[in-house]
Structure formats: C-alpha cells, structure tokens
T-cell receptor, first 114, second 115 residues
C-alpha cells in the first residue's frame, strides 16, 4: 500500500521569501508523484507532476519540486512567494501502470504574510 | 465553461431528506470520481467510474448512491445521512483510470451540511 506524509499542516512565510513544503511517500513499487493546489472555495488543480526523466520538475506559478528516490521525498519549492500563493497544497502519489488510484496527503496550508 | 462543473455549491439537508449532487465534465474524459474532503483528513476516494461502469467503491455506506448515466455526467444520491457526513464533496475526472499518471481535474465542490 502507498502513503503520503505532509508533516507541516501550516506554513507561514513572508511575501517574497522562499518556501519549501515537505512531502514524503511510502510505496513498495515505482510511483508517480503530484502536487495539487486548492485556493479558497475552489477545487484542487494540478501544480506539477513527476512521471519519469529529470528529477527536477517545474510547474505553474513558479513552483518546482524535486524527486528524491533515496529519501522518498518530493518537496515543493518556490524562490519568492506572493500573496496570491496563499492556498492549501496537497502532495499525492499513485503507483505506475495498472489502475489509477491516487493517495493524497493531508495538505499544507501556506499563509503568505504581507 | 470550466472543465468540471458541480451543482449545487452548497446544500443543507436534514437526516431524513433525499437529495442529489450533480457533476458534469466538459473535457471528453473517460473516468469520473467522487471524493470526500473533511477537515484535517486526506481526500477520501469514494467512487470511480470508467466509461460509465463503476470500477471502485471504497467501502462507502449505502446512504451514498452514485449514478453515471454517461461519460459526461455523474450524480451522488444522498439519503438518511448523518451529521458526520457533512463535508466538501468533490467531483473529478481524468482521461482514463489506467496508467497511474493521469492528471485529475476537480470541480469546485459541493459543501454539504447535514442537520
């Protein structure tokens, strides 16, 4: 079975400061990894995903994430955050091939402080 | 139009009522999903449909009854709910259920309050 851990439930950060949101996963097989963002009163939308190839993945709105297989991590980073980045961020994992079953983490609320 | 549309956005119902949530996707996808989002808990996958056929039912109580009349529409029929069923219900779609790497497209959700 696969699982996702987002240890930080809330991360406050000042505007224009860098941010890292942590995600660790557990799986007995190869995985695909995702970050989704949920803005207030909206559904989730994809920020970026890792399927294969380069371990550094760039997404929308200046976010990027790095897949680290040895540490089973997929941390999300942004060098300079904006007020508009205030949202909840969800890490997710699914096993490669076969049937699509995605497991989501509990989410990290990013609060950008002006 | 947005890719996945859900109605109503807000619903308050008594424990003896019967109501339905509606979802429509305009993306030409083959798979549709219902998720439940509760505070401080991971998203819970409730049901999965592929080409109108249910492929997964994650031990969801029978008071939740899904219906998928075609690949663009998905309903969640609700009856005799409990207060702990109050949550945000998210509909979603993806190109296919297979492969594992498909992006899931979510609707804005239906906020359900059971009183």
């Amino acid at each position: 079975a696969q699982s996702v851990t987002q240890l930080d439930s809330q991360v406050p950060v000042f505007e224009e400061a860098p941010v890292e949101l942590r995600c660790n996963y557990s799986s007995s097989v190869s995985v695909y990894l995702f970050w989704y963002v949920q803005y207030p009163n909206q559904g989730l939308q994809l920020l970026l995903k890792y399927l294969s190839g380069s371990t550094l993945v760039k997404g929308i709105n200046g976010f990027e994430a790095e897949f680290n297989k040895s540490q089973t991590s997929f941390h999300l980073r942004k060098p300079s955050v904006h007020i508009s980045d205030t949202a909840e961020y969800f890490c997710a994992v699914s096993e490669t091939g076969g049937y699509q079953k995605v497991t989501f983490g509990t989410g990290t609320k990013l609060q950008v402080i002006p | 139009e947005t890719g996945v549309t859900q109605t109503p956005r807000h619903l308050v119902m008594g424990m003896t009522n019967k109501k339905s949530l509606k979802c429509e996707q305009h993306l030409g996808h083959n798979a549709m999903y219902w998720y439940k989002q509760s505070a401080k808990k991971p998203l819970e996958l409730m049901f999965v449909y592929s080409l109108e056929e249910r492929v997964e039912n994650n031990s969801v109580p029978s008071r939740f009854s899904p219906e998928c009349p075609n690949s663009s529409h998905l309903f969640l029929h609700l009856h005799t709910l409990q207060p702990e069923d109050s949550a945000l219900y998210l509909c979603a779609s993806s190109q296919d259920v297979t492969g594992g790497g498909n992006t899931i497209y979510f609707g804005e959700g239906s906020w359900l309050t059971v009183v």
